[in-house]
Every structure is written in structure tokens, then in C-alpha cells.
């Protein structure tokens, strides 16, 4: 079932636009949030490479939450300087446990929602990992170190990406805590034109290689 939902922002007069697919399954208990990019420029949870991850998810009946941060669409508010915006992840996350009581949530997270969505990785236990799509840890070094755990994480990295600068992408890589992938896309710059189905597979691929090895342990 897919709805379209407004979040109440707790102890703020900001709602979050969001689209929630939830197949109503109950032997489905893991949902894929979705971060977009910065808010600033142009970032919205209709984004190409947003929209493409929500369809993919979506299409093999995985539980998906997709949302605008605060002051984009129709979220109200404002910009709020990256705290903000940390607190809006924090209040997803917290209807997705709380509201829809879902055990297990995977962040998935595009750029600034890179960096601001797997910044709270550690703040709930129900968080099993993520998916961090062209983190600019050059311009976010504070939520690469928020986004240290020793949870499962991959990252995808476009080879041509100059935002969230290639030339620095394996040094950064190189001091996250394992256990850590990457796929590295040939071609591609930042925004993904094109190539928004391969940065959909890895995402979708991972989180079902990392949610299997779950079961076989348990």
C-alpha cells in the first residue's frame, strides 16, 4: 500500500511531507529509509536517484519510507542548519519503530542525505546499517565521524563525481570502521544521470545480501 503521510516534528510546528510504501506483510519486519539531497540545492525526495531507489525497494515489496526534509515541498519549516535535519531523520526513524513497529530499518542515503542520514546510525538499535550514495565527507568531516559503527555499510562512488571528490574517496573509505564495501561507478558524476539503476541494485542488493546473512545467524 502506498500513502502519503504528514510527521509531526516533536516540540515544533513542522509536519514532513513523506510517501511510504508498506506492503502490509507481516513476514516483512526490515523498511529502507530514504535520505535525499541538500535541501539547499534543489534536494528533494523526488530526486532521480530517490525516486529510483523508492521504485526499486518498492517493486520487490520491501517496506519504504521516503521524505522531504524540513522547508522543501510540502514540509513545513525551514532550513535548520543540519541540526535540524538530523532531528527529521530521528523522527522517521522513530515512527518507523514506534508508529509501524518495524524491528529493523536500513538507512539509504544520497549525498547530503549521506551524510546527514547515516549520522544516526548508532542512535537507535533498530538501525542494522547503511547505504551511503556519494557522501561528501570532504564538505561534512562531522558526520563522517557520527557515521563511524561497526555496523554493515556500503558505499557507491562515482568515478567522475567532483562534489563528493573521487580523488579523496578511498581515503576517506580507508578509515571507516569495517565491516564496509564500496562499488565504484564508471562514468558517473555526482547527480547519476543514467545511471540511477545500477545505484539501485547495489543499494537493493546489499541490504538483501546483509538482511539474509541476519536470518542464517539467528
Known sequence: MLKEIKIPVPNTNINLETEFFNPDNDKVNICVLLAHPHSLY???MSNNVISSLFSTFSNENIPTLRFNFRGVGKSTGSYGQDIGEQEDIRTCIKFLIEKEEFEKIFIVGYSYGAAIGCSQ???FKNIMGYVAIAFPFDLFIMFKNLAQTSKPKLFIQGNMDNIANF??????F???KPPKEYKIINNADHFFW???NQVSKFAFDFVKKIENIRKRII
Do not use: A
Open 174 to 176: 580507508k578509515d571507516m
Open 167 to 172: 580523488r579523496n574517496f578511498l581515503k576517506h
Open 121 to 123: 546510525v548508532n542512535t
Open 194 to 196: 543514467g545511471f540511477e
Open 42 to 44: 534543489g534536494g528533494n
